[in-house]
C-alpha cells in the first residue's frame, strides 16, 4: 500500500512535476525519498526534485518577481501590530488588556481575511470586531505607505504574478498531505485549470485502509507505557518505520520522550553519541536551554536583583567563573539568603561581594551587569548591544558547551538575536526593557530540535502526520475532548461568517467534519493501526471518541516486558541486604555547639538532631516580605535588654513619667534597628521606619500590661551565657532575662513572640521545651530557682504563662501541682519537677552523643510541620511500610 501512495509521488516529481507538501516534515520525508528511489533505479546523477513546502514554494516565487524583500517576517508583523494595539489604547481601559494575547489574535485574524480576501464593512460586527477593523485600517495605511505586504497576502500576490505573466505557471502540480486546502491553493487550482495545466491532490484517505483497533488504557501514563512496550516489541521483530501520533504532543512531549526513552533506548542517558532511536517533530521552546535562560537572566537588569535572579547568577554554569568559584559562589549564595531579602540593590551587592572574598569574577560580573546601557536604541543596535554585554559577562565560556548547549547558542545568534536585529522594520528606538521583552518572546517562539540522528520511530502531531506512512502507526490520546477538537473561532471575525466559509477551528460541524478527514486519512497511515485513549485523565472519567465507534476494541495487546530500571530493580528476586540507618557514630567530643536547642531537636527528632547538628545541614534560609519573624524576634530580644540593662527594676521603672520611659524604650528601638540593619544587605528607610513604630508600641503595650502590674522584682540577668554539663555534653545556655522577687526567690523569663507556645511542652516525655528547664537544673543559683516563666511579647495578646514552685508566686503562673500533666508523670512538687527534668536532659544529652539518629518525631503534627528537611527525612516511607505490616 505504500508503496503506491509513494511510488505515485516519485514517479510525478521524476517526471518535473511541482510537489507542494502540506508541511516541512512531510517534505523531508519525500525528498528523502525521492533520493532513495533514484538510488534503486540505478541512477547515478539526477536532477534535484522540484518538492517544496507550500509556504516556501511561495516565497521562492516572490524571490523570482523581486518582492521578498518587502514581505514583513512573522516577528515584523506581529511587531507593528503590537505597536499599533498599544498606541490606539494607551490612557483608554484598554491598555489593561493582555496585550501579547490579544496582538496574537489579531495579527491571526488579520491573516485569515488576508487570505479569504474579504472585507467585513457590509457585515454586522460587534464593537471590538469595530475596533479590530479600524486597527487593521490603519496597520494597511502603513503597509501601504512603505509597501510592505505581510504572509496573509503572500498567496494572493504570487497568483497575480502568474496571471499577469510575471511568473510561468508550472504544467503539472501535485498537491499531497493537505487535510484542507487553503484559499490560495483552492485559487491555484482554478487559475491552473483555466490555462490548461494540471493540478490535481493526491489524497491518501482513498488508499486502503490498514488494520486498526481500539484499546482503552486506565489513564495518560498507562496509554504511554503501554505505547512504548507496544514499539520495543516491534522493534524486536525488526520494524523500520514506527509512527507515533500524539493530538496534544505539545503538553504531553516530556512524558513521552521519557518513558519511550526508558522502554525503547535506555541507554541513551549515558550513550556518548547523539543517535536516538526515536525522533519527536516537536522541539522545546529555545527559551527552555539552560545556556539561552542565562544570556536573558543576565540582559534582563533590573535597579533591584531580586533573590532568585542573584541565586541564579551565582548557580548558572554559562558564566565566567562559574567553575573556578563554584565553592565560594556557593557559600556566597547562603549568606545572602540569610538576610531574608527579597532583593538587593548592585551597590549593596557589591559591597558584600567584595567582603566576602574570594569572588572576583563574580565582583566583574556584577560590575558589567551594572553599567549596561539604558539609552533607547533601534533593535538592530540593541542586538549589537546585547551580543557585546553577553560577551563581556563571560557568556557562555563558564563551562565546556555540550553539543546541545552548542546548537542552542548557535540557534540564539541566528533565529533570537538575527531576528530580533530585522523586528522593526520602521526603526524607532526602543527603551531597554522592551527590547529585552521581545527578545524573550522571539526565544520563547522559536522551537528548538536539536540535530541528531533519529532511529525507525517518529512522533509526530496531528497535522504533521499529513502525508506520512508507515509500517506501524499508534494514535494516541482520542478521548471525547480531542476528538473532534473544541472549536476555537477568532473572536474578531463575525462567527457566522467563519462558520459559512469553513474557516479553521470556526465551528463544532467544521470540527467533527475536520475530524472525520483525520481519521479518514489516519486509517490508510500504516498496515496495522492502534487508536487508543486514556479512560480517566486525575479525577475525571473519559469516553472515546465517537468517531472510533466502529474500531473492535484489543483485548490482548503484545507488549514486550518493561525496561525501565525502577520496574526491574523492583523485580529482582535475591534478597536485598536489610541497612539499619538509625544510629550514627558517637560524638567525638562532648563539647557540642548549638545550646539548648540541640536537646529540643533530640527531643522532637532524633534525626534532625543528628542533620542539624553533627552533619551541619539546613534549609537555606528563604525570601520574605519586609522582616522575617526571626528577625522581629531578635530585634525584641535586643530592645528588652537594653531597656532592662538601665531601668535593673520594677521600682525603678515605676519612678519615672511616661515621656521617660517613652524617650528609653525609643532610644533602645533605634539602637536595636541600626545594630540590625548595619550588617544586611540592603538598608530600606521606610522598613527601618515602619518597624521601629511598631516595636515602640509592643513595647510600651508589654510594659504597662504585664510589668507595672507584677509584684516588685529586681532584673538580675539579661542575655547571658552559661557554660553547663549536662548528661556528658558541654553546652552554652543564653537565658533571656532572670528576675528576683522580694522573697529572694528567682524567676526565669523567656520572651516568646509567637503565639505556637504551652507552658504544658515543659511537662512532656521526652522534654520537647529544655530550655528554661536546662537553666533551672543546671544554671547557676539553681537551687534559688522558684519558676520558669514564658513572656508572650504580642500586640493585643500580651500575657505570662509558666510553672512556679508554689500557688501565687507570679500572676497568670500556676503551681506544678495545678498541672494535671505533671500528676500524669508522677511530680507532686516542684523538686520532684526538677529531677524530672535533670532525668529527660540527661537522657537527651547521652542519646545524642551516642549517635542516636533514628526517624522517630514525637508529634507528627507538630514535630513535622515546620521541620526543614522533608526531602532528606525518609518518615513518609517508614509509615507507609508500618501500614503495610
Given amino acids: 500500500m505504500a508503496n503506491r501512495y509513494i511510488e505515485q509521488i516519485m514517479t510525478a516529481a521524476q517526471q518535473g512535476t511541482v510537489v507542494l507538501t502540506a508541511n516541512k516534515r512531510l517534505y523531508r520525508h519525500l525528498r528523502t525519498a525521492f533520493d532513495r528511489f533514484m538510488i534503486e533505479k540505478k541512477a547515478l546523477v539526477w536532477p534535484s526534485a522540484c518538492i517544496f513546502p507550500y509556504t516556501v514554494w511561495l516565497q521562492q516565487c516572490l524571490d523570482v518577481v523581486g518582492i521578498k524583500g518587502n514581505l514583513l517576517t ?53 464593537d471590538d470586531q469595530r475596533m479590530f477593523l479600524e486597527w487593521r485600517r490603519k496597520y ?108 496534544d504532543l505539545q503538553r504531553r512531549r516530556l512524558q513521552i520522550e521519557r518513558v519511550l526513552g526508558q522502554q525503547i533506548d535506555p541507554l541513551a542517558a549515558v550513550k556518548f553519541d547523539e543517535t536516538s532511536l526515536f525522533g519527536l517533530s516537536l522541539g522545546t521552546p529555545l527559551v527552555q536551554q539552560g545556556v539561552v535562560a542565562a544570556a536573558l537572566a543576565c540582559l534582563d537588569v533590573q535597579p533591584q536583583l531580586t533573590m532568585d535572579r542573584v541565586s541564579y547568577l551565582l548557580r548558572t554554569p554559562f558564566m565566567s567563573g562559574s567553575q573556578q568559584e563554584a565553592d565560594r559562589r556557593a557559600l556566597f549564595d547562603r549568606r545572602l539568603r540569610s538576610f531574608q531579602q ?6 549593596a551587592l557589591l559591597r558584600l561581594s567584595k567582603d566576602f572574598g574570594g569572588l572576583p569574577l563574580f565582583y566583574q560580573l556584577l560590575s558589567q551587569l551594572k553599567n549596561v546601557s539604558k539609552h533607547p536604541a533601534t533593535a538592530e543596535e540593541w542586538a549589537d548591544i546585547f551580543a557585546a554585554e553577553l560577551n563581556s559577562c563571560g557568556w557562555p565560556a563558564g563551562a565546556s558547551l555540550s553539543s546541545l548547549s552548542y546548537q542552542a547558542v548557535k540557534a540564539w545568534y541566528d533565529k533570537v538575536l538575527g531576528s530580533f536585529a530585522m523586528v522593526d522594520p520602521s526603526a524607532i528606538r526602543l527603551e531597554r526593557s522592551r527590547a529585552v521583552r521581545i527578545v524573550r518572546r522571539i526565544a520563547t517562539q522559536t522551537e528548538f530540535q536539536p540535530q541528531r540522528a533519529s532511529g525507525p520511530v517518529q512522533v509526530v502531531g496531528l497535522l504533521e502526520s499529513s502525508g506520512l506512512h508507515f509500517e506501524y502507526l499508534w494514535v494516541m490520546g482520542l478521548d471525547a475532548t480531542t ?34 478527514q483525520v481519521l479518514s486519512r489516519l486509517r490508510c497511515a500504516a498496515d496495522d493501526i492502534v487508536f487508543s485513549y486514556p479512560q480517566r485523565s486525575g479525577d475525571t472519567d473519559l469516553s472515546p471518541s465517537p468517531l472510533l465507534a466502529a474500531f473492535d476494541p484489543i483485548e490482548n495487546l503484545l507488549l514486550a516486558p518493561r525496561a525501565d530500571l525502577s520496574y526491574m530493580t523492583q523485580m529482582i528476586r535475591d534478597a536485598l541486604e536489610s541497612w539499619q540507618d538509625d544510629q550514627g557514630p558517637s ?51 535586643l530592645v528588652l535588654e537594653d531597656v532592662w540593662r538601665q531601668l535593673q527594676s520594677q521600682k525603678n521603672y515605676l519612678q519615672l513619667s511616661v515621656t521617660h520611659i517613652q524617650q528609653v524604650i525609643s532610644e533602645a528601638v533605634e539602637k536595636a534597628l541600626s545594630a540590625q540593619f548595619s550588617g544586611v ?16 508600641k509592643l513595647v510600651t503595650e508589654w510594659f504597662e500590661k504585664i510589668e507595672s502590674c507584677r509584684d516588685p522584682f529586681v532584673v538580675v540577668q539579661t542575655e547571658q551565657r552559661h557554660q553547663v554539663n549536662i548528661g556528658p555534653l558541654q553546652l552554652t545556655l543564653k537565658v533571656d532575662r532572670v528576675d528576683q522577687l522580694t522573697s529572694g526567690a528567682r524567676i526565669i523569663i523567656d520572651y516568646k513572640s509567637g503565639s505556637n507556645v504551652s507552658s504544658a511542652d515543659f511537662l512532656t516525655v521526652p522534654l520537647i521545651e529544655p530550655q528554661l528547664p536546662s537553666y533551672a537544673v543546671a ?31 507570679l500572676d497568670q503562673v500556676r503551681s506544678v501541682t495545678a498541672w494535671p500533666q505533671a500528676q500524669e508523670i508522677g511530680v507532686n512538687d516542684w523538686d520532684a519537677l526538677n529531677d524530672f527534668w535533670r532525668q529527660q536532659l540527661e537522657q537527651l544529652a547521652v542519646d545524642f552523643a551516642a549517635g542516636v539518629a533514628i526517624v522517630n518525631p514525637f508529634d507528627r503534627q507538630r514535630s513535622c510541620r515546620y521541620c526543614d528537611l522533608p526531602g532528606l527525612c525518609r518518615i513518609g516511607e517508614i509509615e507507609e511500610e508500618g501500614n503495610n505490616e
Fill in 74 to 126: 512573522a516577528y515584523q508583523q506581529y511587531h507593528l501590530w503590537e505597536n499599533l494595539i498599544s498606541s490606539e489604547t494607551s490612557g483608554t481601559p484598554l491598555e489593561l488588556m493582555n496585550l501579547d494575547r490579544t496582538t496574537d489574535t489579531a495579527v491571526r485574524a488579520h491573516n485569515l481575511l488576508s487570505e479569504y480576501d474579504l472585507e467585513l464593512e457590509h457585515h454586522h460586527v460587534t
Fill in 140 to 247: 494597511q495605511h502603513v503597509c501601504e505607505q512603505h509597501q510592505w505586504f505581510d504572509e496573509g497576502t503572500v498567496a494572493a500576490r504570487v497568483l497575480a504574478a502568474f496571471a499577469d505573466g510575471e511568473l510561468v505557471l508550472p504544467q503539472s502540480v501535485l498537491l499531497v498531505g493537505f487535510d484542507q486546502l487553503p484559499p490560495g491553493v483552492i485559487k491555484l487550482k482554478k487559475l491552473m485549470a483555466e490555462r490548461g495545466c494540471r493540478c490535481r491532490e493526491l489524497d491518501m484517505s482513498q488508499e486502503p485502509v490498514g488494520r486498526a483497533g481500539l484499546f482503552a488504557a486506565a489513564d495518560e501514563a498507562d496509554e504511554t507505557l503501554h505505547m512504548a512496550r507496544w514499539i520495543r516489541l516491534l522493534l524486536e521483530k525488526g520494524a523500520e518505520s514506527i509512527g507515533i501520533v500524539v493530538p
Fill in 342 to 347: 527579597q532583593q538587593f540593590s548592585f551597590d
Fill in 483 to 516: 476528538l473532534p477538537a473544541y472549536p476555537r473561532p477568532n473572536p474578531f471575525i463575525p462567527f457566522r461568517l467563519q462558520d459559512e466559509l469553513q474557516m479553521p477551528h470556526a465551528s463544532f460541524s467544521r470540527e467533527l467534519e475536520f475530524a472525520g
Fill in 587 to 637: 560524638l567525638p567530643s562532648m563539647e557540642a555547639a548549638g545550646g539548648t536547642r540541640l536537646l529540643q531537636d533530640q527531643a522532637h527528632c532524633p534525626f534532625r538532631a543528628f542533620v542539624h547538628h553533627r552533619l551541619a545541614v539546613r534549609r537555606l534560609d528563604q525570601s520574605v516580605v519586609g522582616l522575617s519573624p526571626s528577625v522581629r524576634g531578635e530585634l525584641l530580644h
Fill in 681 to 696: 544587605g540592603e538598608y530600606y528607610p521606610q522598613l527601618h521606619l515602619l518597624e521601629k513604630q511598631r516595636l515602640i
Fill in 779 to 809: 544554671g547557676g543559683s539553681s537551687d534559688q530557682i522558684a519558676g520558669i516563666v514564658i513572656a508572650l511579647v504580642k500586640a493585643g495578646n500580651c500575657r505570662l504563662s509558666g510553672i512556679s514552685s508554689e500557688d501565687k508566686l
